[in-house]
């Protein structure tokens, strides 16, 4: 089991910028793929950006695409989520995830693929 912490949440206005930093701890000797994902107001969760173990392959929902960018440091065991341009649709508690695997080359997509979660920070984008 991996434990994570969320942080670099908070208010910004519209064209601001935020970098939410995800830290592990506990099996972090294991691979695993991670991701954050984002739950607005009245909204189901939905994923933002993953990133496999070995960090070269990466997804993002189309409404983040060239907006925000997903990393890691696998040796600091950290993640972050670099978020420019950001709009009040942005709002949301974000939280990162980790899902155990054994390839290198993998992300996932599914709440139901991740196994650990953070508690979540809040960003919010005012108009």
Avoid at 52 to 79: C, L, P, Q
Wanted: charged share 15%; net charge neutral.
């Amino acid at each position: 089991q991996v434990q994570l912490i969320e942080s670099g949440g908070g208010l910004v206005q519209t064209g601001g910028s935020l970098r939410l930093s995800c830290a592990a701890s506990g099996r972090t000797s294991s691979k695993y793929a991670m991701a954050w994902f984002r739950q607005g107001p009245g909204k189901e969760r939905e994923i933002v950006a993953a990133i496999s173990w070995s960090g070269a392959n990466t997804y993002y929902t189309n409404s983040v695409k060239g907006r925000f960018t997903i990393s890691r440091d696998n040796a600091k065991n950290m993640m972050w989520l670099q978020m420019n341009s950001l709009e009040p649709e942005d709002t949301a508690i974000y939280s990162c995830a980790a899902h155990s695997t054994l390839v290198n080359w993998a992300y996932y997509l599914s709440t139901a693929d991740y196994g650990d979660w953070g508690q979540g920070t809040q960003v919010t984008v005012s108009s």
